[in-house]
């Protein structure tokens, strides 16, 4: 019990099931998790496996008219699940940060990186859009992008995959959220930009505590950031370990030839060059 009411973030008994013309169809059941406040809980599986539908139905994001989400959800106690689209407006962004694995679906493409980001900051405080500006400029800096506010005058268009990733991360950190949920934030960049990620991911836990659901197929990535691992197939939760048990001695014939067939990832320990 004491566990439970130290997480900040609480799934129970989380059911899916989506609307076909034969009926409805179970796309994950028995779903139970938690997330400590500073905590990293990697959740692993195959394409299909349940993962991203497990993350969408934290933030609401299904189509109520095809899906029904069952169970709770609560992040610091409040119950998330069958919240009203307008309160859930409120919380995305704000108390629950999402960073997908593509980050040019993240913006618009008509709209400058920096319309974009001073308005995802002005839907959530009431500062004047030079404060956000200024907050938008501070945060960039921090994930060191180059000349940030020149940077914000560019289109989406304009930035590599990496560095549209990076101004992802600043715009998920920037208000300080309870929860990040990264669903495959290093699917779609090279080796180099990976580990940049990473480590800004890891840096915004330690500085300010924010726990972080990461979502990956690669358990290289898991093995590096994770403080617990869920390992998911055919939509349920097959195993639940403390990564260094997970790696060391996993139990289900699944898991272990997931590992088999894992690449390795490794973080070299280099000084940080700027700060956050």
Do not use: W
């Amino acid at each position: 019990m004491k566990r439970i009411e130290q997480e900040i973030l609480n799934v129970r008994n989380l059911h899916v099931e989506v609307k076909s013309k034969e009926g409805y169809s179970t796309l994950v059941q028995d779903i139970n998790f938690g997330i400590e406040k500073g905590k990293v809980l990697g959740l692993v599986g195959e394409s299909g496996s349940g993962k991203t539908v497990t993350s969408m139905s934290i933030l609401q994001l299904h189509d109520r008219k095809n899906m029904d989400v069952k169970g709770s959800i609560t992040l610091r106690g409040k119950e998330l699940n069958g919240l009203d689209n307008k309160e859930m407006r409120k919380i995305r962004g704000k108390d629950i940060a999402f960073i997908m694995q593509n980050p040019m679906n993240a913006f618009t493409p008509v709209f400058t990186i920096g319309h974009q980001f001073i308005e995802t900051i002005k839907s959530h405080t009431s500062i004047t859009k030079k404060e956000a500006k200024e907050l938008a400029i501070s945060v960039m800096q921090s994930v060191n992008l180059p000349e940030p506010d020149k940077l914000l005058k560019n289109y989406p268009f304009q930035l590599s995959g990496g560095m549209l990733q990076r101004v992802m991360i600043a715009m998920a950190a920037c208000l300080n959220p309870s929860v990040i949920i990264a669903d495959e934030p290093t699917t779609a960049l090279d080796l180099h930009n990976q580990l940049l990620v990473l480590r800004l991911l890891d840096r915004i836990r330690c500085e300010y505590g924010t726990s972080i659901l990461l979502i990956s197929h690669d358990l290289g990535v898991i093995a590096e950031m994770a403080d617990d691992v869920i390992v998911m197939q055919h939509g349920r939760i097959i195993e639940t370990a403390n990564v260094f048990e997970l790696f060391d001695n996993p139990q289900h014939d699944y898991t272990k030839k997931l590992l088999r067939t894992r690449p390795s990832l490794y973080l070299e320990k280099q000084p940080y060059t700027y700060k956050l």
